[in-house]
């Protein structure tokens, strides 16, 4: 148990629509981390959070949209859902921010758009 | 930018041999470099990691993996393989505030 949790572990739903996911990182980290990992595109970074703020930005496609709460848990929100979109997304937590810092990565969501 | 490259796609061991998984990365400075694992329908494993000194690290699992800053290669070894250790494995690479780079994993297959 990595000590990241992630809610809901599977979601479906359809073309057009928009998705929440959350995630409470592991008691004392201060980074949110989220990734997107499909067949295709392999594990890709989407953005990062530190102790509220934005501190990094990746591959993330204007749809999505994440935020981190003063409680230090995080959303992604995906909207205007497309077939592309499904995949595996999960969200890492670490105690500071830099590359130094390993990251815990909870079970993930799977997402799938029918 | 920083990438990381691994090989092999999949990867066929029988249980009680050895293995080696390799991961070449390619970045100016030095790397913070990392292996995890994942098995099915879970999330990523940190299993060793690499940021300075000695070039061999030991992990979990009985895992180990050697830098060889000459190759740019990270690769991860085992003596002696379970077949619990079936599963995808992926190297990542990250620097100073740079988020983490991963491969696209190798996924090992254990036989009798």
Same mark, same amino acid.
């Given at each position: ?26 008691? =004392? ?9 499909? *067949?295709?595109? =392999? *594990? ?16 993330? *496609? ?6 981190? #709460? ?19 997304? #999960? ?13 815990? #990565? ?9 | 930018?920083?990438? &990381? ?7 066929? &061991?029988? @249980?009680?041999?050895?293995? @080696? ?22 999330? %990523?494993?940190?299993? %060793? ?7 061999? &690290? ?7 993996? @050697? ?13 002696? &393989? ?5 599963? @995808? ?10 988020? %983490? ?6 996924? %090992?297959?254990?036989?009798?």
């Amino acid at each position: 148990d990595s000590g990241v949790t992630q809610t809901p572990k599977h979601l479906i739903t359809a073309t057009g629509q928009r998705v929440t996911l959350r995630c409470s990182p592991r008691s =004392g980290d201060l980074s949110v981390y989220w990734y997107q990992q499909s *067949l295709d595109q =392999g *594990l890709q970074f989407l953005i990062q959070y530190y102790n509220g703020e934005e501190r990094a930005k990746g591959n993330i *496609l204007e749809r999505f949209s994440a935020q981190q #709460f003063p409680d230090l848990h995080s959303e992604l929100n995906l909207s205007s859902l497309e077939l592309g979109d499904s995949a595996l997304y #999960f969200c890492a937590s670490s105690p500071s921010t830099g590359g130094i810092q390993p990251q815990h #990565f909870g079970d993930g969501t799977r997402l799938s758009i029918l | 930018a920083q990438s &990381v490259t691994q090989p092999d796609i999949h990867i066929t &061991v029988s @249980e009680g041999a050895s293995l @080696e998984l390799r991961c070449n990365y390619s970045y100016g400075a030095t790397p913070y470099l990392f292996w995890y694992v994942q098995s099915p329908g879970q999330g %990523l494993q940190l299993l %060793l990691k690499y940021f300075s000194g000695d070039t061999l &690290v030991q992990g979990i699992k009985g895992f180990e993996a @050697e830098f060889k800053r000459s190759q740019s290669s990270f690769n991860l070894r085992k003596p002696s &393989v379970h077949w619990s250790d079936a599963a @995808e494995y992926f190297c990542a690479v990250a620097s100073g505030n740079t988020p %983490l780079v991963f491969g696209k994993g190798t996924r %090992l297959s254990v036989i009798a």
